[in-house]
DNA sequence: ATGAAAGCGCTAACAG
DNA sequence: CTGTTAGCGCTTTCAT
């Protein structure tokens, strides 16, 4: 049943050496030969055994990614094209999906952890960053963070400006004339809520203005929306809004037009993340894109060099977020009745 | 700096045999020895080589799982359970985005194909399903596919009822008293938007009705909001409206809510698959729900009895979708005027 | 209860 | 260009 390297040389008759060549492409084995190695092959139906093959290597030639959650399309992108980035450089990908609900400490670690099965890992977005990087650290596998928590950990990392997105947005906001502008968060818990909110202030008091409102909430599209209600209801409605992210601002749309106002014609909204679904949503979500693809090319080229021990000039990135401008923000009413 | 059993062995002043043995539980070692050994791999910060092993065994302990994308609910909760009922039985989950956009042929197979990386897979909701099933075949690995597109394809599947999902949307309309139904499906190149369809045609048949119309459209919000919006414009308004999927359901919400129709009050609304969307939407969305778990819970099973050869009885399974009413369909108005 | 020895399937020297 | 010979790190007889 099980066909091994033996029976490939016996069937084609030449020794396992020279199936071996054959296997790893190496260019000194006679052309006649080779045809007869791939010939006892594909009868045979054989298949090389990868696990000799990395005990006797000393590296699995897979990476793997740790994963949360799946459900949303920009960390699919990553995905994406992590696996095709690896491809191209001989790399398999293999994704674990972390169950964050697991019971605490018990077993942080996905399988990719356990024994030695990748040659490196890339950490998206992690929700117990900590204890992965310790475990990462103490195990010596090599690996890089997408997206990580904690600001001052000094490890390898791809990041987002988070920032400079909270102050794109808000500026965007403003360049339409804009004043009374209010901003729902994400989980001020988690380091890009913190970070957009603050660049949302900042561009406000950079012209001189300060909030209209700000709600620290969670994400998430009945989150948007029932902080919007609330807002309409107690009479103190903004004219634009920054929303956390693009559910959060699909339930404020929502609230929005419950409430009898049009977006962007009474007030604007504009999302975080260009998620798909922003684009297919009415109104198209104005929004601020998150480099997902981008991430995923730094990922991989960090953690491969690091894997290669190439001369590593930076082990952390700072990529920034592009603002797209689609149908839910418009110039401001008030403005409009000036003109 | 590579710590083998050997060091362990060593250190622990044993042979690598009873090493070996504390390592896979084995209960014919004296406690004190099994103390000695334990610290000495805590101290080394040992970690067994996991391709030794899986070499020596025979099998890797990882069970493969296929998918084309990310970003959909229900895939998610199937894969949670999958990796959860892996876990309880000893193995491994490894997960494989195939790239569906791949050059054609060029390369079907994902890492988890290549060499023997795996014991087994779940191939779930497969693009190419042909191509898949043909290559795990030649090359021998154990498989099952969740949701597959070939009816007659005699291979282990797991599969929902899409025609009783389709008849039971349809009948919980009826049921409302609605009797002009419309039905916006997904592709009708996938088997399951078919079957959806001819349970919607039949429960009205069953009542003496025809559809009101039907659109053979494709899955996605904007889809189901460009047909509304078209069936709006020709004044051709049904009371209630069977969507495809959650996000067709979505857009035509829309598309009514855009038109000045109000959800459920004018027209009814359901959708399918129960995505967590469907929930958070406003309002929120009566479905048929998948039975992700089921179907997670399912795969292992059928896959792990091919894997030990336990005598099988069934290996395909046809699961039943749930109605799950919620705010998007109500009475049908003309009933109401009647009451 | 423990250990010595024989591989698992493959590749990397080192000859020829 | 091709083959012989050692292992890679671990588990598994088979003794003791």
Partial sequence: MKVNIFDVAKKSGLSVVTVSRVLNNSPSVREKNRQKVLQAIKELNYIPNSAARTLVRGKTGVIGLTITALGDTVFDCIVKTVNDRLKQSGYFLAISISNEADHEMEEASSFLFQEDRVDGIIVLSPVREEQYIAELEIKGIPYVVIDNQNEHANIPTINVDNYKGGYEATKHLLSLGHTRIAHVSGEVLFLSARERQKGFIDALADEGLSPFLIANSRF????????????????????????????????????????????????????????????????????????????????????????????????????????????????????????
């Fill in 220 to 339: 998430g599209i009945r989150s948007g929306y029932q902080v919007m209600r609330d807002w309409i209801q107690s009479g103190q409605v903004p004219t634009a809004v920054f929303a956390g992210d693009d559910a959060i601002a699909l339930g404020v749309v929502e609230a929005l037009e419950a409430g009898g106002y049009r977006v962007p014609e009474d007030v604007s909204v504009i999302g975080y993340d260009d998620q798909e679904l922003a684009s297919e949503v009415h109104p198209r979500l104005t929004t601020i894109r998150q480099p997902a693809g981008q991430m995923g090319e730094y990922a991989v080229k960090v953690l491969l060099d690091i894997i290669n021990g190439s001369p590593i000039e930076l082990t952390k990135f700072r990529l920034v977020p592009e603002l797209i401008v689609r149908e839910s923000t418009g110039i401001c009413r008030d403005q409009r009745q000036n003109t």
